[in-house]
């Protein structure tokens, strides 16, 4: 065995054929991991002590080259298709060779975390990363170990980030040169020819979304939750851009985390060790936490900066919408140091519906409530990408399609099952457009959506009269604390009601449509929250 420092050389980096690097670092502390990218002039140091770096060609996840290896342990368990794809284990081999043989003769960087916060269900994981500052990142986001736990026990999965290595799709049965690769059997994540570290956190939830219900009968859910002092969490599923981030970091609340947990018999617990939060347009005034978490020990990504080169612009979209921050836990005052919290007593989820036809807020059953898991909607609106002239919908399965790996209709079972036996109460809430569609209505303010959620928590809205939806068949509270009564029901805030008769069919359709694929392996009680096709 040989030794860096006080931190053993072990034979896991040897069993992937990386014993030939030039230096590999091990375990630094964040000021060592930001003074090795500030020598290298990888990064700036900000006004407020943060770290600034960017991720080059890449600035997010690119999930049509995410691959799965196809054996005999995930030949008839995973959803392959156009999001889990399938990689031959001999492609993999070639592909881990020769990312191996690359970083031969480089320094890199090694971390010994875990993911989980539950110890019964925890992954040991060592992630090596070719960047100081991809190493801080996996620093902030999974959870740390205290040094005497660092090598007990081993590590149990293994992830190599090698963004200067690209890899060849006739060669490596990939899409082009980059590629995120996992191997269930091997226990190894290889990603090439990306340095977007979201690729790293991400690969290791999808391990988990494989792991937990297979081996531990636990339901995985990319979602944030927090708690209050009598003990009562809530859970908040939404893709990006709805608000999961934001609606979760509450003063008057204890974060638990803010993106992926998992649901045991014990209650929830935070997969994570840290907060990835987006940047763009951030306000201090809007949210607070995040604002002031970005101090020294969190890393900006791809920002821009105000003409002094140091202060950020978080206005500034020239490098991309998707600015980033990530920062450890503990950096939110009040957050949940165990990352654990009990049975959620409330589940939101959040769409940004750029139609304007989904109430703010409704109440739903359980069995809408898998129908719209099932959906996973939000929208798209004019001008974030090219060619979107018009609101689009978009359906992710589970609120993170792109990570499950087993059918969507198991987890959506799973969640049935905790909503029955823990009574939880299940709402849906528009994060979007009111009185009109994208360019016509106007976004829901965030103080309001605050007050819905704050007064469905309290129980405020248990004993209100509700009014149904004829289409969607949601039932929405007519009153609400702290929000104006017209903005409650959406076919009132329109002023051209054939306008939203038609906007709402149109979007009743796109559901229809899209619930289609599940229609074989969902359950009666799936389907019920389907709306009124026109």
């Known amino acids: 065995m040989k030794h860096l420092g006080n931190t053993p050389f072990d034979a896991t980096l040897e069993a992937v054929k990386l014993e030939g690097v030039a230096r590999a670092h091990w375990n630094l502390p964040p000021a060592k991991l930001i003074l090795q990218t500030l020598l290298r002039g990888e990064g700036v140091l900000t006004d407020t002590g943060a770290l600034a770096i960017s991720t080059g060609q890449f600035t997010g996840r690119s999930p049509k080259d995410r691959f799965l290896v196809k054996d005999d342990l995930t030949a008839h368990a995973v959803d392959w298709g156009d999001i889990n794809q ?30 989980g916060a539950d110890s019964d269900t925890q992954i040991r994981t060592r992630v090596i990363t070719e960047k100081a500052w991809a190493n801080l990142f996996v620093h902030n986001m999974f959870i740390r170990l205290d040094e005497q736990d660092v090598l007990v026990p081993a590590p149990e999965w293994t992830v190599i980030c090698a963004p200067s290595f690209d890899a060849d799709p006739e060669i490596h049965g990939c899409r082009q040169g980059n590629v995120t690769a996992v191997d269930f059997s091997e226990k190894l994540i290889l990603i090439a020819g990306s340095a977007y570290t979201g690729e790293i956190k991400k690969g290791m939830f999808s391990v988990m979304n494989f792991v937990l219900p297979t081996v531990h009968g636990v339901m995985p859910m990319h979602c944030s939750s927090n708690v209050n002092d009598e003990g009562d969490v809530a859970v908040f599923f939404g893709l990006s851009g709805t608000g999961k981030t934001t609606l979760s970091s509450d003063e008057n609340r204890n974060l638990i985390g803010d993106d992926e947990h998992g649901w045991g018999d014990a209650g929830i617990f935070n997969m994570e060790g840290g907060c990835y939060a987006k940047t763009i347009d951030l306000e201090p005034s809007k949210e607070p936490q995040i604002h002031k978490a970005i101090q020294f020990g969190a890393m900006l990504e791809n920002i821009g900066f105000r003409s002094d080169g140091i202060t950020p612009n978080y206005t500034d979209s020239k490098i991309t919408q998707n600015t980033r921050v990530s920062y450890p836990l503990h950096h939110i005052p009040g957050a949940v140091e165990s990352g654990k919290g009990g049975h959620p007593k409330d589940v939101f989820f959040l769409t940004c519906d750029a139609f304007g036809v989904m109430p703010p807020i409704s109440r739903l059953e359980n069995g809408q409530a898998m129908y719209h898991f099932l959906c996973g909607y939000t929208a798209k609106v004019a001008g974030t990408e090219v060619g979107v002239t018009e609101p689009q919908a978009t359906f992710s399965a589970c609120f993170g399609a792109p990570f499950m790996p087993l059918p969507p209709t198991e987890y959506a079972s799973m969640l049935g099952e905790r909503l029955e036996k823990h009574g939880v109460r299940i709402w849906l809430i528009n994060t979007g457009w009111s009185g009109g569609g994208y360019g016509v209505g106007e976004r829901m303010k965030l103080r309001f959506t605050r007050a819905m959620i704050q007064a469905a928590m309290k129980g405020d809205l248990d004993h209100v009269e ?45 559901f229809c449509v899209n619930f289609e694929k599940f229609e074989q392996a969902a359950t009666p009680a799936m389907m019920m929250g389907s709306p009124t096709r026109s």
Not at 86 to 100: I, V, Y
Request: net charge negative.
């Open 86 to 115: 399938p990689m031959g284990s001999s492609h993999f081999g070639r592909l881990r060779a020769d990312m191996t043989a690359h970083l031969e003769g480089k320094s890199i960087f090694v971390r010994d975390a875990a993911v």
């Open 466 to 510: 509700y009014h149904k939806d004829e289409v969607f068949a949601l039932n929405s509270p007519v009153v609400c604390p702290g929000v104006p009564d017209d903005l409650l029901i959406p076919s009132k805030t329109w002023e051209d009601a054939q306008a939203y008769e038609a906007a709402a069919a149109k979007l009743a359709d796109l």
